[in-house]
């Protein structure tokens, strides 16, 4: 069995249930024991769900949001929402109470699906009283209504709502890194396109494995697990809690991993504190061993099965993706937007991994770079525009219905790679500019880097601001300073004077989500930490590591 080419979510649910009714294709963790579901048991429970629904007299073009971490029930209630004809609202699960309140506002939810969450209590007062809360079944914020009570009490609903390929089927809001998030609104096809053409390039089967970990609330989630997973029939396997991640990628073994450079360089630092890099880098060039270590790594990551290696959402060091390579788990870097529904480039199984790029864009997917290198992209699952912001649809959707993406990039031989930010650049106080993500790819190489954000507006120079990486908590000061020094020198030296770095300033403070410096895709806000750090960075002595 391969892609179907039918446009609608739920004749895609409906082939698979005469195809493979009792066939599992969701497996959720919980409390130790794995709960599963097959295709007839999502029909079903979105079938009682959508019945619910309509008892509470919600009808089709109304708005649900959701708030939750992934699992299960996520994809049942989404599909649920497609049956009924329901725009859904996905909220990012770590967003705090003035986010989840302006996306309820702004978006006009009527009810809000709640679930997995870390810190409910410090988010229920961003959801008006007023609204009814439908609680999945986790320990989670206080709801008037029970997913399993509404089992209980609701037969499957006869019929699913009429819509068209056309009508609006989300709302994805924008994680935010400057101001209100955006929200970017999507049909029908657009969700149903993202999936097919992920999936024509990944060569994706019933036969796949995939880890849903990273949010659903986000495009890269929805496109390659929700819409893959509806498109061509293949396994998702959910994680419990974060203490349980290695154990439940392990379980799910899964065919194809993606992640973001963050947790790239986290996985390497705890296999380097098991074994340094020296005796690995000596053992991997030993033949016959070599390959045994490498599988062992593999085997104990719970990648031993994987056939597809992806990273997204920023770029990964190139030191780290040869680092990786020599693992033979070679890492293509992908890319999209939230109003292409996560669609631009990925890497297929069957081509040549090129380090520095984001590898070829998509089937159904242009690309342009203007004459100001600025990127400019079409595909099948483009946005219809933001929701009551006209204004911004129009700066961002030219009149040949390309989307300004505001990244900087090149194509060659068909391979597209991305050199920067259009906003991200910035003019030093000697008048000249600089496009800081190059250079901080260069710092990427440095193991003991987390993090980190290129300042240089109202500055002589531009100076860096790191978050160190968990690894470097059990390093001497002495010996991290002089590492960053080293890396310092060696990235400046390949620099042109007016861009060359001044000094480095250590956070002392871990950047989170919680804490406001990076957005829920685990990217840098470099508003707030230049908010933050321009003060310190204007009186840092040259060519020192300052700890703040």
Same mark, same amino acid.
């Given at each position: 069995?391969?892609?179907?080419?039918?446009?609608?979510?739920?004749?895609?649910?409906?082939?698979?249930?005469?195809?493979?009714?009792?066939?599992?294709?969701?497996?959720?963790?919980?409390?130790?024991?794995?709960?599963?579901?097959?295709?007839?048991?999502?029909?079903?429970?979105?079938?009682?769900? &959508?019945?619910?629904?309509?008892?509470?007299?919600?009808?089709?073009?109304?708005?649900?949001?959701?708030?939750?971490?992934?699992?299960?029930?996520?994809?049942?209630?989404?599909?649920?929402?497609?049956?009924?004809?329901?725009?859904?609202?996905?909220?990012?699960?770590?967003?705090?109470?003035?986010?989840?309140?302006?996306?309820?506002?702004?978006?006009?939810?009527?009810?809000?699906?709640?679930?997995?969450?870390?810190?409910?209590?410090?988010?229920?007062?961003?959801?008006?009283?007023?609204?009814?809360?439908?609680?999945?079944?986790?320990?989670?914020?206080?709801?008037?209504?029970?997913?399993?009570?509404?089992?209980?009490?609701?037969?499957?609903?006869?019929?699913?709502?009429?819509?068209?390929?056309?009508?609006?089927?989300?709302?994805?809001?924008?994680?935010?890194?400057?101001?209100?998030?955006?929200?970017?609104?999507?049909?029908?096809?657009?969700?149903?396109?993202?999936?097919?053409? @992920?999936?024509?390039?990944?060569?994706?089967?019933?036969?796949?494995?995939?880890?849903?970990?990273?949010?659903?609330?986000?495009?890269?989630?929805?496109?390659?697990?929700?819409?893959?997973?509806? #498109?061509?029939?293949?396994? @998702?396997?959910?994680?419990?809690?974060?203490?349980?991640?290695?154990?439940?990628?392990?379980?799910?073994?899964?065919?194809?991993?993606?992640?973001?450079?963050?947790?790239?360089?986290?996985?390497?630092?705890?296999?380097?504190?098991?074994?340094?890099?020296?005796?690995?880098?000596?053992?991997?060039?030993?033949?016959?061993?070599?390959?045994?270590?490498?599988?062992?790594?593999?085997?104990?990551? /719970?990648?031993?099965?994987?056939?597809?290696?992806?990273?997204?959402?920023?770029?990964?060091?190139?030191?780290?993706?040869?680092?990786?390579?020599?693992?033979?788990?070679?890492?293509?870097?992908?890319?999209?937007?939230?109003?292409?529904?996560?669609? /631009?480039?990925?890497l297929g199984p069957d081509m040549e991994v090129r380090i520095g790029t984001v590898s070829k864009p998509l089937p159904g997917t242009q690309v342009i770079i203007a004459e100001d290198n600025e990127i400019l992209l079409k595909t099948e699952s483009d946005? &219809?525009?933001?929701?009551?912001?006209?204004?911004?649809?129009?700066?961002?959707?030219?009149?040949?219905?390309?989307?300004?993406?505001?990244?900087?990039?090149?194509?060659?031989?068909?391979?597209?790679?991305?050199?920067?930010?259009?906003?991200?650049?910035?003019?030093?106080?000697?008048?000249?500019?600089?496009?800081?993500?190059?250079?901080?790819?260069?710092?990427?190489? #440095?193991?003991?880097?987390?993090?980190?954000?290129?300042?240089?507006?109202?500055?002589?120079?531009?100076?860096?601001? @790191? #978050?160190?990486?968990?690894?470097?908590?059990?390093?001497?000061?002495?010996?991290?300073?002089?590492?960053?020094?080293?890396? &310092?020198?060696?990235?400046?030296?390949?620099?042109?004077?007016?861009?060359?770095?001044?000094?480095?300033?250590?956070?002392?403070?871990?950047?989170?989500?919680?804490?406001?410096?990076?957005?829920?895709?685990?990217?840098?806000?470099?508003?707030?930490?230049?908010?933050?750090?321009?003060?310190?960075?204007?009186?840092?002595?040259?060519?020192?590591?300052?700890?703040?």
């Amino acid at each position: 069995m391969n892609t179907v080419n039918l446009s609608l979510p739920a004749e895609k649910l409906t082939y698979w249930m005469v195809q493979d009714s009792h066939r599992e294709v969701l497996f959720q963790p919980r409390g130790g024991q794995m709960l599963t579901f097959t295709w007839k048991e999502i029909d079903t429970e979105a079938r009682k769900l &959508l019945s619910f629904f309509r008892a509470q007299g919600l009808k089709s073009g109304d708005k649900v949001a959701i708030l939750s971490k992934n699992c299960a029930h996520w994809i049942i209630a989404d599909i649920a929402l497609m049956y009924g004809g329901l725009v859904s609202i996905p909220i990012y699960p770590t967003a705090n109470a003035e986010t989840i309140s302006y996306v309820l506002e702004h978006s006009e939810s009527k009810m809000m699906l709640v679930g997995k969450l870390d810190d409910w209590q410090s988010q229920v007062s961003g959801i008006p009283d007023t609204m009814p809360k439908v609680a999945f079944p986790y320990p989670t914020m206080p709801a008037e209504n029970q997913w399993d009570t509404i089992m209980q009490d609701n037969e499957p609903a006869d019929s699913v709502s009429p819509v068209a390929a056309d009508d609006l089927m989300t709302i994805l809001y924008t994680s935010g890194s400057t101001g209100n998030p955006k929200g970017a609104m999507h049909t029908y096809q657009s969700f149903v396109n993202a999936g097919k053409n @992920v999936g024509e390039r990944l060569a994706v089967t019933p036969d796949d494995r995939i880890m849903s970990y990273l949010p659903l609330s986000h495009c890269t989630e929805r496109a390659y697990v929700e819409s893959t997973l509806l #498109n061509y029939g293949l396994k @998702v396997y959910f994680v419990d809690s974060l203490d349980t991640f290695a154990a439940d990628l392990g379980y799910a073994k899964p065919t194809i991993f993606g992640s973001v450079p963050r947790l790239w360089t986290q996985f390497q630092k705890k296999i380097l504190t098991k074994m340094p890099n020296k005796k690995l880098q000596t053992l991997l060039k030993i033949p016959l061993l070599g390959g045994i270590v490498k599988n062992k790594i593999k085997k104990q990551m /719970g990648l031993d099965q994987t056939r597809i290696f992806i990273s997204g959402s920023a770029p990964l060091s190139e030191k780290i993706l040869h680092w990786y390579s020599k693992l033979d788990i070679n890492i293509g870097e992908g890319w999209g937007m939230t109003e292409s529904f996560a669609c /631009g480039s990925v890497l297929g199984p069957d081509m040549e991994v090129r380090i520095g790029t984001v590898s070829k864009p998509l089937p159904g997917t242009q690309v342009i770079i203007a004459e100001d290198n600025e990127i400019l992209l079409k595909t099948e699952s483009d946005m &219809l525009g933001y929701y009551k912001e006209e204004e911004k649809t129009k700066e961002t959707i030219n009149e040949d219905g390309y989307i300004h993406t505001g990244d900087l990039g090149e194509l060659k031989d068909g391979y597209l790679s991305i050199v920067g930010r259009k906003k991200d650049i910035f003019k030093t106080e000697k008048g000249k500019y600089v496009a800081p993500i190059p250079i901080e790819s260069e710092f990427g190489d #440095n193991e003991y880097i987390e993090q980190m954000c290129l300042m240089g507006t109202q500055l002589v120079q531009p100076v860096l601001v @790191v #978050n160190l990486s968990e690894h470097a908590a059990a390093i001497e000061k002495s010996e991290l300073e002089s590492s960053l020094l080293s890396t &310092l020198s060696t990235v400046n030296s390949k620099l042109e004077a007016h861009a060359k770095v001044s000094a480095i300033i250590v956070a002392k403070q871990a950047w989170t989500t919680d804490s406001g410096e990076l957005t829920p895709t685990l990217k840098v806000k470099r508003h707030i930490v230049e908010k933050t750090f321009l003060p310190v960075a204007q009186n840092v002595e040259k060519g020192k590591v300052s700890w703040y």
